[in-house]
């Protein structure tokens, strides 16, 4: 059974950041696409930043050169080091999974259940 769990959300002021987990198992960790999307209230869900087996990493035009992804293949952990954190980043974080090795948002198939992530100005 495939889970998700994540954890590090919360709230912080505008320019602070914040790092998310996402701790992962049955599944081939290590071998799937895995990612972080995010849905603001009343929006619709985004891809934010993602991660392939090579290690390959793209980021969403408003997560690059702020938010960093990555992850821990032999913890079965992704991780989403978010700095100079906006407002606009106000949203519920989700960790996903591919079900297979490619990055195509259709393919994500697998997600956790969330963690908030407040920025106030």
Wanted: hydrophobic share 30%; net charge positive.
């Amino acid at each position: 059974q495939v889970q998700l769990v994540e954890s590090g959300g919360g709230s912080v002021q505008a320019g602070g950041s914040l790092r998310l987990s996402c701790a992962a198992s049955g599944f081939p960790f290590s071998y799937f696409c895995v990612g972080w999307f995010h849905q603001a209230p009343g929006k619709e869900r985004e891809r934010v930043a993602t991660i392939d087996r090579y290690g390959t990493t793209n980021y969403a035009n408003s997560a690059k050169g702020r938010f960093t992804i990555s992850k821990d293949n032999a913890k079965n952990s992704l991780y989403l080091q978010m700095n100079s954190l906006k407002p606009e980043d106000t949203a519920m974080y989700y960790c996903a999974a591919s079900r297979n090795m490619y990055c195509d948002t259709t393919y994500f198939t697998y997600w956790g259940q969330g963690t908030q992530v407040t920025v106030s100005s």
